[in-house]
């Protein structure tokens, strides 16, 4: 082969070489070309789904926050039972025809009756000025009183009247001591020395006499009949009277509260309705809520500033935990007004306004009691409460007590 011939074989063999370069090139060029049009898609597919995933989250607590309503009817008919339900068929209900109560549960012993009515005298003492009575330690006395050191009068040593606990430590040292035995209404001095650390200069380490008098020494009531007639005489006109009052209010009081505990106790709920388990939950955000502003109003007028500075801050939760914890609460709720609507309806029973205000004026309520309760939560949420006090009434009535 001639040196011509040898020379266009190489440039053909090199022309072919970067032909074969070119198309690898552009071979590469159409992959990354792809590739990065398919991460493209990708990355924006990403975003898509990410954006939509955030668009979900919204509308889920959007979904899941709960509006405060202040209408505690809200959800009820006129005779305070729940719109569209029929409360026997959505719980499992405890037998309350058929329940045994122990006696040692509800029973009001005449221990009971002692200490209560010791009680009831000893927070209603009255002072008595009969002469001849002497002061005793652990009695409340009322006294005048005037201080001096060295024969002159100082600031603060003198009252015209203060009831004083003898034995409490709230006088000087020795003060209260030197009253023991006096008698009522008697004037005498009392010597003591105020402490080297008293606080008030003038007065550190100095002897003082102080010139009592004893207005009167508090007494606890007789009760008596006649103090029974004055004080008790819509429940008892004599002490045993009474007594057998407090034992039978007292025992109906714990027997209620112990059927309440029962039902609830042992009561399940088939199903809730979920509107008005909605309305439940609305209404305790909306008492909350109105909690908050008051007590935080509360809070600014006597303290100069915000000691709660958010409705998160009260609940010591965010918003959406707050909401999520009404769940818990509103089934509860929703659970007892079942528990009571429920017992009405296999009773064949309902309540009334005129059956309500009987029961509000034997508790001692007067009679614009119900009036006032109207108003502020409508009638429906206030025969609710009727029907469950008629339904502890009724079930009470059926428990076995032994």
Do not use: C, W
Request: hydrophobic share 35%; net charge negative.
């Amino acid at each position: 082969m001639s040196k011509k011939e040898n020379t266009e074989l190489e440039n053909m063999t090199k022309s072919q070489a970067k032909r074969a370069a070119r198309k690898k090139e552009v071979a590469s060029a159409k992959k990354k070309a792809i590739a990065g049009k398919v991460t493209g898609y990708i990355v924006a597919l990403l975003l898509v789904i990410a954006i939509g995933a955030l668009i979900g989250v919204m509308i889920v607590k959007g979904m899941n926050k709960v509006t405060p309503i202040d209408d505690h009817s809200a959800g009820l008919d006129a005779n305070g039972f729940i719109t569209g339900v029929t409360a026997k068929n959505d719980i499992d209900l405890a037998d309350y025809r058929n329940f045994t109560v122990p006696l040692s549960e509800v029973e009001y012993t005449d221990e009971d009756v002692d200490a209560e009515i010791e009680s009831y005298r000893n927070s209603n003492k009255v002072i008595s000025e009969e002469e001849g009575l002497k002061v005793k330690d652990g009695d409340v006395v009322n006294i005048a009183y005037v201080g001096t050191v060295d024969g002159k009068e100082f600031e603060g040593g003198s009252a015209d009247s203060y009831d004083l606990g003898i034995g409490t430590g709230t006088f000087i040292e020795g003060f209260e001591e030197q009253l023991i035995g006096a008698e009522n209404l008697s004037t005498f001095n009392v010597n003591v020395t105020f402490p080297e650390d008293y606080g008030v200069e003038e007065l550190n380490g100095k002897d003082a006499v102080f010139s009592v008098t004893i207005n009167g020494i508090y007494v606890l009531p007789d009760f008596t009949d006649e103090y029974v007639a004055e004080k008790f005489g819509d429940k008892a006109s004599t002490v045993e009277e009474y007594r057998q009052y407090l034992k039978d209010s007292n025992y109906a009081t714990n027997l209620k509260t112990y059927t309440e505990t029962y039902l609830k106790d042992n009561s399940s709920v088939v199903n809730f309705n979920k509107k008005y388990l909605k309305t439940l939950k609305q209404i305790k955000k909306g008492d909350d809520m109105q909690s908050y502003e008051y007590t935080a109003l509360m809070y600014k007028q006597y303290l100069g500033y915000d000691y709660y500075t958010s409705f998160e801050d009260y609940t010591g939760k965010s918003e959406s935990e707050y909401d999520v914890s009404l769940i818990d609460i509103a089934k509860e709720t929703y659970k007892e007004n079942l528990i009571y609507q429920a017992i009405l309806e296999n009773e064949g029973v309902t309540v009334d306004a005129a059956y309500y205000k009987d029961y509000l004026a034997k508790t001692g309520h007067e009679d614009e009691y119900y009036a006032n309760q109207v108003e502020m939560y409508g009638e429906p949420y206030v025969l609710q409460m009727a029907v469950k006090e008629k339904a502890l009434e009724i079930a009470s009535g059926y428990a076995k007590v032994q």
